[in-house]
């Protein structure tokens, strides 16, 4: 090998690549001990993120279930044709428990305000108001005394307890 | 450089001088040999000499980025754990190192870690313009040079200056590089016969 040689294989080199700092640094930790590769550290970030993606879908899925709303008697109220009612009642959570009310086509437009009543209870219970939308229809949640009855539930207009339009069959 | 230079213990009192100390300037095969007996040091000076090198052959042999990376990263994990399997007898350290880093490339196309296929990875492919383990020797000597030599060369040779634009570029009397240039030359030639034993 003399200097011409030299010449001759540094043109026909070319430059070397500099490689990448994070590449020295990851070579430079060898001899600390094994390391994943580039590709091997992708892989456990992706089944990280996969396995908190699952975790959390599970979370909700079981936060959904535990809260989910459950009724243990369903409650049939009805009125002139086409229009009815369906209360349904859940378990007891503390002091009250939860009333789901679907109520469909009950006097479009007729009404500002209904009141669902408890007539079971001595003197009658209010158990909530309501409002339809425009096709008398409406779905609303609410709580009543756990102890309260459902056996004699009606529907009546605004300040009007004794015009039931809904009543439940019993 | 030779081997005798860093014989017995006396390496091992000047580990911390790691870019100046006589490891730093110890031969290849000495920094295997040291490296197999567990330095660090001597595994820093080996990235510091062979990383641009293997790297560069890597790329050239995948194409792409991190297929070069990891081949590298796997050439030099292999280095760590098999140095003591380096026989000064059966070639020189950068034939071994080359056939490490072409097997890493071959291994990382077989398992379909990168884009690159079998067919890239013969030597008439992939380096088809001269021996790529003098390649690879030379640009690891190449980190071996003073900084001044390093630089009048990798412009002359790399960048295609005469010597009078590298006087230029560098502002240096054209004699001074001239100088640089015949002393980095001879340097280079020397370190090369030594790579080849």
């Known amino acids: ?170 | 450089m030779k081997v005798e230079r860093l014989a017995g213990g006396q390496a091992a009192t000047h580990f911390d001088r790691i870019t100046e100390g006589p490891l730093a300037e110890a031969a290849d095969g000495e920094l295997l040999k040291q490296i197999a007996s567990g330095s660090e040091e001597a595994f820093q000076i080996l990235w510091n000499r062979f990383g641009a090198a293997v790297y560069t052959v890597c790329r050239r042999r995948l194409g792409d980025v991190g297929g070069a990376e990891d081949a590298t990263q796997e050439t030099f994990t292999s280095v760590w754990r098999r140095a003591g399997t380096f026989d000064p007898a059966r070639g020189s350290a950068a034939g071994w190192l080359y056939a490490i880093a072409r097997n890493a490339a071959a291994q990382l196309v077989r398992r379909g870690q990168t884009g690159s296929t079998l067919a890239v990875l013969s030597d008439q492919t992939a380096d088809q313009e001269h021996d790529p383990v003098m390649g690879l020797a030379l640009h690891a000597a190449l980190t071996r040079l003073p900084p001044t030599e390093r630089e009048v060369l990798e412009l002359a040779y790399f960048d295609d200056m005469t010597q009078t634009r590298v006087a230029e570029r560098l502002r240096l009397p054209l004699g001074t590089v001239k100088t640089r240039t015949r002393s980095g030359l001879h340097r280079l030639a020397r370190y090369l016969e030594d790579t080849q034993g």
């Open chain 1, 1 to 170: 090998m003399n200097p011409d040689d030299v010449e001759n294989l540094l043109r026909r080199s070319g430059r070397p690549l500099e490689p990448p700092a994070r590449l020295r640094r990851s070579v430079l930790r060898v001899p600390r001990g094994p390391l994943p590769s580039r590709r091997t550290l992708w892989r456990v970030r992706i089944a990280a993120a996969a396995a908190a993606l699952v975790l959390v879908t599970l979370g909700v899925v079981a936060v959904q279930q535990l809260t989910a709303f459950r009724p243990v008697a369903a409650v049939t109220l009805v009125g002139p044709p086409g229009t009815k009612a369906v209360a349904e009642v859940g378990p007891p959570s503390g002091p009250n428990r939860p009333v789901r009310l679907v109520v469909q086509h009950l006097q479009a437009g007729g009404q500002s305000y209904y009141e669902l009543w408890s007539l079971a209870e001595r003197p009658p219970m209010m158990l909530t108001s309501f409002m339809t939308d425009a096709s008398g229809s409406c779905t609303l949640t609410f709580s009543m005394p756990a102890s309260a009855s459902w056996n004699d539930l009606v529907v009546t207009p605004q300040d009007q307890s004794s015009s039931y339009l809904l009543r439940s069959s019993r």
